[in-house]
């Protein structure tokens, strides 16, 4: 299945509750089946409502210190041969820049996970299928319920996106912008998912940036995040992605304490044939990082990806943990890391926003990975981070498997999590 196909798939349970959701708004205040054929009135000159402050989100709550084993895959028949591009394939990183200069935009060219898309459904016939025009404005001609948008219909959406986990300030301002002339016109759930899909693709465009790669090597990538977001799994993805680009990777198990995270990305380290550096439990994790930069360095390595531990229950340790690390590399190389990406798990909703701004705080984040968007209904809250905090999106996760991490796409993204199909507005 392409990678689209998946995602969608995957982002059903976001999807689904925003459909019944639509659904029932526009049932509880639909006039007619019949579509409108009257000239839309003029867009009422009521003023948009400033968005409320977002209520504080809750303190994050370290994960389980058990997590289950990912499933084995079987190694791949010709692991270092060059393999065809498929989507899948494709690492979220950008092509190389210099160290220093902004991370690279996104390609122009269509992103692979769009060119695999599943075979388009055979053209409607052209009376059945109305223009975008025709579609947004209630003339096309089709049965489906429409409601006329009023405030009260625009409070029921608000709640929606609310409860989706987009967060207060970024509803009230993708509602707003859905009224914004279109006050008193009767729409139907798939033009309000067209025109929902628009907007949130329009929020997270700026923020849809691959991982810079840089010209000079080793290029030091940090990972942090709190224990089970999906750190180690996504350092093994990312690995594998990285050596299928040709890139050659070495891995610092740098959440020295805890024996089975060392373990987990061994694991990790084999599936995706990269050497993973570790040291006895309780060593120092600067002193395993430093180890690693040379050996890094030694062996001509292109990239060298730092887990670190997650334990924010003792903030302060941790902040001087991460710095340690980052003062010991410097030594080497006076510009890494080049990347701090910060890992999210999507499941624990509006409670990812505080981890963004603690994170930020004990480190320099540079960009964020969210994970285990599959299988969740909160998957808006990738929206509410896009709009909050501008931080760059490099990959998202949607799978235990090596090969479930794709470069984010925020028109994909965008119609996954609204389940729209049409074009979008
Ligand atoms: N469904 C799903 N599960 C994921 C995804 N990414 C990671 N996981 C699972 O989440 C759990 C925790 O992932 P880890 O990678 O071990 O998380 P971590 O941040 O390294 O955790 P610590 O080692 O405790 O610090 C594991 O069971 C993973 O298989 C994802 O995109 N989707």
Redesign the pocket.
């Given at each position: 299945m392409s990678f689209f196909g998946k995602l969608k798939d995957r982002l059903f349970t976001s999807s689904s509750k925003l459909d019944r959701g639509l659904e029932e708004i526009v049932e509880e205040g639909a006039d007619s089946a019949a579509p409108q054929e009257t000239a839309a009135p003029e867009p009422t000159a009521e003023p948009i409502p400033e968005p409320n402050p977002a209520p504080s989100a809750p303190e994050p709550q370290p994960?389980p210190?058990s997590?289950?084993?990912?499933e084995r895959r079987p190694e791949p028949s010709a692991p270092a041969g060059p393999r065809p591009a498929t989507p899948d394939a494709v690492p979220p990183v950008s092509p190389p820049v210099t160290p220093g200069m902004p991370a690279a935009p996104v390609t122009p060219t269509a992103p692979p996970v769009r060119e695999e898309r599943d075979p388009e459904p055979a053209p409607e016939p052209a009376a059945q299928k109305p223009g975008l025009i025709g579609r947004l404005f209630g003339r096309g001609g089709d049965t489906a319920p429409r409601r006329e948008l009023d405030d009260a219909m625009l409070e029921r959406l608000e709640e929606l996106l609310i409860q989706s986990d987009m967060g207060v300030e970024t509803a009230l301002r993708v509602t707003a912008n859905i009224a914004e002339g279109r006050m008193g016109r009767k729409l139907s759930v798939p033009e309000i998912k067209d025109l929902l899909a628009g907007e949130i693709s329009r929020i997270m465009e700026p923020v849809a940036r691959p991982m810079p790669i840089y010209a000079k090597t080793p290029q030091v990538v940090l990972v942090v995040?709190?224990?089970?977001?999906?750190?180690?799994?996504?350092?093994?993805k990312l690995a594998s992605q990285f050596r299928e680009a040709g890139k050659s990777v070495v891995i610092a198990a740098g959440?020295t304490f805890?024996a089975?995270?060392v373990e987990?990305?061994q694991i990790w380290g084999d599936r995706a044939g990269v050497p993973v550096m570790t040291a006895p439990q309780g060593t120092d994790p600067a002193s395993l990082a430093y180890d690693a930069m040379t050996k890094a360095q030694a062996d001509g390595a292109d990239l060298l990806l730092i887990?670190t531990?997650?334990r924010l229950q003792n903030r302060q340790d941790l902040m001087e943990e991460l710095s340690k690390i980052v003062r010991v590399i410097r030594k080497k190389d006076p510009d890494a890391p080049h990347n701090t990406l910060l890992?999210l798990?999507a499941t624990t909703g509006q409670n990812a926003l505080s981890q963004v701004e603690i994170f930020r705080n004990i480190a320099d984040v540079s960009g964020l990975v969210m994970?285990?968007?599959?299988?969740t209904a909160r998957g808006g809250v990738l929206v509410a981070l896009a709009d909050r905090f501008g931080l760059p999106i490099h990959a998202?996760?949607?799978?235990?498997q090596i090969d479930?991490?794709a470069p984010f796409d925020p028109e994909e993204f965008a119609r996954a999590l609204t389940g729209a199909e049409g074009e979008l507005a």
């Open positions: 994960a210190e997590k289950p084993e990912p995040g709190v224990n089970g977001s999906g750190k180690t799994t996504t350092i093994g959440d805890r089975a995270a987990q990305l887990d531990a997650g890992v798990d994970t285990k968007l599959d299988g998202i996760g949607v799978g235990e479930d991490l």
